[in-house]
Nanobody, 126 residues
Framework: QVQLVESGGGLVRAGGSLRLSCAAS????????MGWFRQAPGKEREIVAG????????YYTDSAKGRFTISRDNAKKTVYLQMDSLKPEDTAVYYC???????????????????WGQGTQVTVSS
């Protein structure tokens, strides 16, 4: 397993932007897939976006398409989530996660991910 530390959350007004970062420690091979999830109060944790470590293939949930961008810097072992045009419904705790057996497929289920960060709060005011 790898250790993941998120940063970059905060309070922003609707229409604003935030960039989340997820710094990983430990060995990450090309079979890894990294995901950003979020969990709002009273709701289940859901995937927002994912990226394959080797090929950089990406996946976005419908609510994130066109507004969020996931990227990774292999040398820094860091994954980013650029969030633009934020809406109040984006308010949640955002988690970074790693799937060590992804093999190029971004899984949407939380059960497929074996390493998690501590989460960072994103609050979007109207």
């Amino acid at each position: 397993q790898v250790q993941l530390v998120e940063s970059g959350g905060g309070l922003v007004r609707a229409g604003g932007s935030l960039r989340l970062s997820c710094a990983a420690s430990g060995r990450i091979s090309n079979r890894y897939v990294m995901g950003w999830f979020r969990q709002a109060p009273g709701k289940e944790r859901e995937i927002v976006a994912g990226i394959t470590w080797g090929g950089g293939n990406t996946y976005y949930t419908d609510s994130a398409k066109g507004r969020f961008t996931i990227s990774r810097d292999n040398a820094k072992k860091t994954v980013y989530l650029q969030m633009d045009s934020l809406k109040p419904e984006d308010t949640a705790v955002y988690y970074c996660a790693a799937d060590s057996k992804g093999w190029g497929v971004v899984e949407r289920s939380t059960y497929e991910y074996d390493s998690w960060g501590q989460g960072t709060q994103v609050t979007v005011s109207s």
